[in-house]
């Protein structure tokens, strides 16, 4: 049987992954589940957002799926989501945004790849406090880490068929950082003749996302750019409670939805099961259990087309009822 580390996280994350597990298991795949604490809960018995323990365990077993963790705003810890990705090097943010059956939305052929870089930029937590007055945040951009993204950013193209990787920066502004993550992108880029190349600033691309997103196929942007660009993205397919994601590194790979905590209805039996669900979808083909993750995603289908959703997608499912109804149609 194989054991993967389950991150329950906190606000919504234990209801949607109890949702999950109970739907992996109904549709008959053994997993032994090695449940992680992380989060603020952890600070007063533990010390740390992030014990050892949780890193130790997805070194022993590669492979983490992980419902989401609150961060505190202003101040506080330093994000455990971030953390984790920076020490278990897991640099590239794959989001699939993609269309799904039954998910009524203002586009219907959404298929964009977004590939975030995710271990520097203005994430390597790198600010100061320069007088009471101002402070100081510093973006990070190394030719390795931009070399890397690219390369990912190509090879998922070429491995899935798709024909494009558009790389976003703002490098008419930044013209050193993202002037370095665009200049790799293009020496990259001469690896891969048989996919097309193409340059857009980040402004751009969201005005252009937003009238006409068919036109994209795979992005690949900086950190803070891939962000929020990935929520610009979700929201063109039906929210975040659908929006998938994983974090891969060479040795290990976190499979986790783009949406967070959603502490506005924690509790509430209303959260959307559905990003996490496919984020699992993926984390089982990346195992090599794709017969148990195409049964799990034609049920998740074939409820949403029937018309039982979440009320996120204007439905009046709760979180359970939608989970049961997954269940059924396996
Ligand atoms: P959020 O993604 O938690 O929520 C934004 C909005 O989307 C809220 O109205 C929420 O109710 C809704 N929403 C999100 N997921 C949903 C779901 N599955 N079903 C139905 N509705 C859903 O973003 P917010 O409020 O900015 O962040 C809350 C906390 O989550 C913060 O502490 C943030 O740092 C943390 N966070 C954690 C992430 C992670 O663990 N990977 C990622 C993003 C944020």
């Given at each position: 049987?194989?054991?993967?580390?389950?991150?329950?996280?906190?606000?919504?994350?234990?209801?949607?992954?109890?949702?999950?597990?109970?739907?992996?298991?109904?549709?008959?795949?053994?997993?032994?589940?090695?449940?992680?604490?992380?989060?603020?809960?952890?600070?007063?018995?533990?010390?740390?957002?992030?014990?050892?323990?949780?890193?130790?365990?997805?070194?022993?077993?590669?492979?983490?799926?992980?419902?989401?963790?609150?961060?505190?705003?202003?101040k506080g810890f330093r994000s455990v989501n971030v953390q984790l990705r920076k020490t278990l090097d897991l640099y590239a943010n794959l989001r699939p945004c993609k269309n799904l059956p039954g998910i009524e939305t203002k586009f219907d052929n959404v298929d964009i790849v977004v590939v975030r870089e995710n271990t520097e930029d203005l994430y390597a937590g790198i600010e100061r406090q320069v007088d009471s007055d101002t402070a100081e945040s510093i973006k990070v951009i190394t030719r390795k880490a931009s070399e890397r993204i690219a390369k990912f950013a190509f090879e998922y193209a070429v491995k899935n068929n798709r024909k494009e990787v558009c790389v976003v920066t703002k490098a008419n502004i930044?013209?050193?950082?993202?002037?370095?993550?665009?200049?790799?992108?293009?020496?990259?880029?001469?690896?891969?003749?048989?996919?097309?190349?193409?340059?857009?600033?980040?402004?751009?691309?969201?005005?252009?996302?937003?009238?006409?997103?068919?036109?994209?196929?795979?992005?690949?942007?900086?950190?803070?750019?891939?962000?929020?660009?990935?929520?610009?993205?979700?929201?063109?397919?039906?929210?975040?409670?659908?929006?998938?994601?994983?974090?891969?590194?060479?040795?290990?790979?976190?499979?986790?939805?783009?949406?967070?905590?959603?502490?506005?209805?924690?509790?509430?039996?209303?959260?959307?099961?559905?990003?996490?669900?496919?984020?699992?979808?993926?984390?089982?083909?990346?195992?090599?259990?794709s017969s148990f993750a195409d049964k799990i995603e034609a049920a998740l289908f074939k409820t949403l087309e029937a018309g039982i959703k979440t009320p996120d997608l204007n439905g009046s499912a709760t979180t359970e009822e939608f989970a049961d109804a997954i269940i059924s149609n396996l």
């Open positions: 049987m194989k054991t993967i580390t389950l991150i329950n996280g906190d606000g919504i994350g234990p209801e949607i992954s109890g949702a999950v597990v109970k739907i992996i298991d109904a549709a008959g795949l053994k997993i032994n589940w090695d449940v992680q604490t992380a989060g603020a809960d952890v600070i007063e018995t533990e010390g740390s957002p992030l014990p050892d323990r949780v890193i130790e365990s997805i070194k022993k077993n590669k492979i983490a799926l992980k419902a989401p963790v609150t961060t505190p705003i202003g930044m013209k050193l950082s993202d002037g370095l993550f665009l200049e790799t992108y293009r020496n990259v880029a001469k690896n891969y003749p048989q996919i097309k190349n193409r340059e857009i600033l980040v402004d751009n691309l969201c005005m252009q996302l937003v009238q006409n997103p068919s036109q994209f196929d795979v992005l690949v942007l900086p950190n803070l750019y891939g962000d929020i660009v990935s929520d610009l993205c979700a929201g063109l397919i039906g929210g975040l409670g659908v929006a998938q994601g994983a974090n891969i590194g060479v040795d290990y790979a976190v499979f986790e939805p783009v949406h967070g905590s959603a502490p506005d209805i924690k509790g509430k039996n209303i959260a959307n099961p559905t990003a996490l669900l496919l984020s699992a979808i993926e984390m089982l083909k990346y195992i090599g259990e």
